[in-house]
């Protein structure tokens, strides 16, 4: 019974802001993902991909269920590029690992891969490269057109000669691991091996035994050295081997690449890219992949031409990965600067692109246009509005809404001419309820319609009491005034007994 323990980590690295690559630590199942064909598509490409894995291998867990659900895999990635044309051409790469029952009834590791995501065994203190990357320039290695360092740095090293999902149907690379307790298998996207050197993978994985730390130490490490990719690493303990563990840990081709098992410990490390420029590459390395399992015959001479190159036979259309990521050279060479080269030369040399383009420039005016439009808008409607008022004595016209809007004040419209006293009490009622109007024409339409209401009664008014003075006048003129008659009657005369005088009566009229 083998017993597993594993770990991972990823990261978008330094440059990129979006994750596509997609890591997979399942029972018994562990997968790294590398997707492509923009933001969305290689997420989704990534997604589909692992989650068909996952579904296809639970039915049947055993070395062909793992090929096949590869199959089943790239099948359900074109089919989603089939179905939405806005994902058409994604695809991506995918290198899993499952823990299986072999033929002779003991646990091994099945290991499947395509494209170039990659998968290496640590062992005994040395790490080696499992998996042969589906590359434009790795193929033409494995022909013999160049030499493995001359690969490494080959622009064709980011075109994929097979990737799951560009077409319906894709061959898989297959192998079986026989490991003993105590070696490590590290599944990883490209975004880790085109910045770490194999010294830099065996340091992290000698010093660090948890795996999950040791994944986080590998993609600190290559964040450290560049980080220009996404990067995605899951590490694979064998805890426990099978009973009897061999004297070495064996890798079997299988499938196509069907070749005589290889000991980890026999495994010639392939040069250096940097150090080892236009050195041969060893016979073990040149057959299919660097461990030499596959049974292709490297091409030469004639054979080979010194144009053309080679594409695997099972794969139909070549992919252009989304990243362009450059390995970090240990030792860049720096070219001295001319003094007299001006500043525009320098970057023009150098390749650095201009800081201010004519895109910089319109997305700027862009993005300097919101704010100045809302500022207009609000402008606009604030002032877009006209209200009557009284201030002191007078009657005044304000432009902009009661109160204001945001920090647009009313403004003054002074020099009606209209007081306060010559508007009749119901208007000035109106008034102070706050009267708007759309226009400044309208505003002071109404306050003259007030102003002559006003008008009106006091002439209506003064035309009254001219009409009543008039009246009195005229009765003043036609009236005469007689004096009533007055009648004097004299008083009685005291008659004495003795004496009779007497006296006449007299009648006196006053005539007014």
């Not at 660097?290 to 010194?306: C, H, I, K, N, Q």
């Not at 993005?367 to 002191?392: E, H, K």
């Not at 005088?501 to 007299?506: E, L, R, S, W, Y």
């Given at each position: 019974?083998?017993?597993?323990?594993?770990?991972?980590?990823?990261?978008?690295?330094?440059?990129?802001?979006?994750?596509?690559?997609?890591?997979?630590?399942?029972?018994?199942?562990?997968?790294?993902?590398?997707?492509?064909?923009?933001?969305?598509?290689?997420?989704?490409?990534?997604?589909?991909?692992?989650?068909?894995?996952?579904?296809?291998?639970?039915?049947?867990?055993?070395?062909?269920?793992?090929?096949?659900?590869?199959?089943?895999?790239?099948?359900?990635?074109?089919?989603?590029?089939?179905?939405?044309?806005?994902?058409?051409?994604?695809?991506?790469?995918?290198?899993?690992?499952?823990?299986?029952?072999?033929?002779?009834?003991?646990?091994?590791?099945?290991?499947?891969?395509?494209?170039?995501?990659?998968?290496?065994?640590?062992?005994?203190?040395?790490?080696?490269?499992?998996?042969?990357?589906?590359?434009?320039?790795?193929?033409?290695?494995?022909?013999?057109?160049?030499?493995?360092?001359?690969?490494?740095?080959?622009?064709?090293?980011?075109?994929?000669?097979?990737?799951?999902?560009?077409?319906?149907?894709?061959?898989?690379?297959?192998?079986?691991?026989?490991?003993?307790?105590?070696?490590?298998?590290?599944?990883?996207?490209?975004?880790?091996?085109?910045?770490?050197?194999?010294?830099?993978?065996?340091?992290?994985?000698?010093?660090?035994?948890?795996?999950?730390?040791?994944?986080?130490?590998?993609?600190?490490?290559?964040?450290?050295?560049?980080?220009?990719?996404?990067?995605?690493?899951?590490?694979?303990?064998?805890?426990?081997?099978?009973?009897?563990?061999?004297?070495?840990?064996?890798?079997?081709?299988?499938?196509?690449?069907?070749?005589?098992?290889?000991?980890?410990?026999?495994?010639?490390?392939?040069?250096?890219?940097?150090?080892?420029?236009?050195?041969?590459?060893?016979?073990?390395?040149?057959?299919?992949?660097?461990?030499?399992?596959?049974?292709?015959?490297?091409?030469?001479?004639?054979?080979?031409?010194?144009?053309?190159?080679?594409?695997?036979?099972?794969?139909?259309?070549?992919?252009?990965?989304?990243?362009?990521?450059?390995?970090?050279?240990?030792?860049?060479?720096?070219?001295?600067?001319?003094?007299?080269?001006?500043?525009?030369?320098?970057?023009?040399?150098?390749?650095?692109?201009?800081?201010?383009?004519?895109?910089?420039?319109?997305?700027?005016?862009?993005?300097?246009?919101?704010?100045?439009?809302?500022?207009?808008?609000?402008?606009?409607?604030?002032?877009?509005?006209?209200?009557?008022?009284?201030?002191?004595?007078?009657?005044?016209?304000?432009?902009?809404?009661?109160?204001?809007?945001?920090?647009?004040?009313?403004?003054?419209?002074?020099?009606?001419?209209?007081?306060?006293?010559?508007?009749?009490?119901?208007?000035?009622?109106?008034?102070?309820?706050?009267?708007?109007?759309?226009?400044?024409?309208?505003?002071?339409?109404?306050?003259?319609?007030?102003?002559?209401?006003?008008?009106?009664?006091?002439?209506?008014?003064?035309?009254?009491?001219?009409?009543?003075?008039?009246?009195?006048?005229?009765?003043a003129t036609t009236t005469t005034f007689v004096a009533p008659a007055t009648t004097t009657t004299a008083p009685a005369v005291t008659t004495v007994p003795t004496t009779t005088v007497p006296v006449p009566a007299t009648t006196t009229t006053l005539a007014g």
């Amino acid at each position: 019974m083998t017993v597993l323990r594993s770990g991972s980590a990823t990261d978008v690295g330094r440059v990129r802001k979006v994750n596509q690559d997609l890591p997979l630590e399942a029972p018994n199942l562990f997968a790294v993902a590398d997707g492509m064909g923009g933001h969305v598509g290689g997420e989704v490409a990534a997604r589909v991909a692992v989650e068909a894995l996952l579904r296809e291998f639970s039915r049947e867990p055993t070395t062909a269920g793992l090929q096949g659900a590869f199959s089943r895999a790239n099948r359900a990635v074109w089919q989603e590029g089939q179905d939405h044309s806005e994902l058409r051409g994604m695809g991506t790469t995918l290198t899993a690992m499952a823990l299986v029952g072999g033929a002779d009834g003991r646990d091994v590791l099945a290991l499947a891969n395509v494209g170039d995501s990659r998968a290496y065994v640590y062992s005994d203190g040395r790490i080696v490269q499992i998996t042969a990357d589906h590359s434009l320039a790795e193929e033409r290695a494995r022909h013999g057109e160049m030499t493995e360092a001359e690969a490494a740095v080959h622009p064709q090293r980011h075109i994929l000669t097979r990737v799951l999902g560009v077409s319906s149907e894709v061959e898989t690379d297959m192998w079986e691991l026989h490991l003993r307790s105590g070696d490590r298998v590290v599944l990883c996207s490209d975004g880790l091996s085109n910045e770490l050197e194999l010294a830099d993978m065996e340091a992290v994985l000698s010093q660090e035994p948890e795996p999950g730390l040791a994944a986080q130490k590998l993609v600190a490490d290559a964040n450290e050295h560049g980080g220009a990719d996404n990067i995605t690493v899951v590490i694979v303990d064998v805890l426990v081997g099978e009973d009897g563990d061999p004297p070495a840990s064996v890798v079997v081709p299988m499938g196509a690449m069907a070749e005589v098992p290889v000991a980890i410990a026999d495994v010639e490390r392939p040069p250096d890219p940097v150090t080892a420029q236009g050195s041969a590459v060893p016979e073990s390395l040149a057959k299919g992949t660097r461990l030499g399992f596959s049974g292709e015959v490297p091409l030469s001479g004639a054979e080979a031409g010194s144009g053309e190159f080679f594409l695997d036979n099972t794969q139909a259309v070549p992919v252009a990965r989304a990243t362009l990521t450059v390995p970090r050279p240990p030792r860049p060479r720096v070219e001295a600067t001319p003094s007299h080269e001006s500043r525009r030369a320098r970057r023009r040399r150098l390749g650095i692109p201009r800081r201010i383009t004519l895109r910089v420039v319109v997305f700027v005016l862009l993005v300097a246009a919101v704010p100045l439009g809302a500022f207009f808008a609000i402008r606009w409607y604030a002032y877009d509005n006209w209200y009557v008022s009284v201030q002191g004595s007078e009657v005044v016209v304000h432009q902009g809404h009661p109160g204001g809007v945001l920090w647009f004040d009313p403004r003054l419209i002074p020099h009606t001419g209209v007081k306060k006293s010559e508007i009749l009490p119901a208007g000035m009622a109106e008034i102070r309820s706050v009267v708007q109007e759309p226009t400044l024409k309208a505003a002071k339409a109404y306050i003259a319609n007030l102003h002559e209401q006003y008008l009106f009664l006091r002439e209506l008014v003064a035309r009254e009491k001219a009409a009543q003075k008039k009246a009195l006048q005229a009765a003043a003129t036609t009236t005469t005034f007689v004096a009533p008659a007055t009648t004097t009657t004299a008083p009685a005369v005291t008659t004495v007994p003795t004496t009779t005088v007497p006296v006449p009566a007299t009648t006196t009229t006053l005539a007014g």
